[in-house]
Nanobody, 123 residues
């Protein structure tokens, strides 16, 4: 599975962005999916995950209530809607496909990774 993340950019604090992750090579419909992010000098951290059906969602406490993960299996695409952005959300955001049909906050359990898209939030 090849994953291509897009939609990042520069936004002011309080603004919104929607990230997309398009898959090729294989259907995503059986994979759990996740979003992670990595800020400069920090480890890659979990942001959100979604099960193959879209019925089970998981969020890091830091983004709960502001970010929404979703997927469109017909389009083979994963999304992350980010509202009320804060400067501390600045990072490279990565999408990933889980080894099972359910997402996880455990980074090592993901089998495939996209290349990342930069999100910068100015104060």
């Amino acid at each position: 599975v090849q994953l291509q993340a897009s939609g990042g950019g520069l936004v002011q604090a309080g603004g919104s962005l929607r990230l997309s992750c398009a898959a090729s090579g294989r259907t995503l419909s059986t994979y759990g999916m996740g979003w992670f992010r990595q800020a400069p000098g920090k480890e890659r951290e979990f942001v959100a995950a979604i099960s193959w059906s879209g019925n089970n969602l998981f969020y890091a406490d830091s983004v709960k209530g502001r970010f929404t993960i979703s997927r469109d299996n017909a389009k083979n695409t994963l999304y992350l809607r980010m509202n009320s952005l804060k400067p501390e959300d600045t990072a490279v955001y990565y999408c990933a496909a889980h080894a099972s049909g359910f997402g996880s906050s455990w980074r090592s359990s993901y089998a495939y990774w996209g290349q990342g898209t930069q999100v910068t939030v100015s104060s």
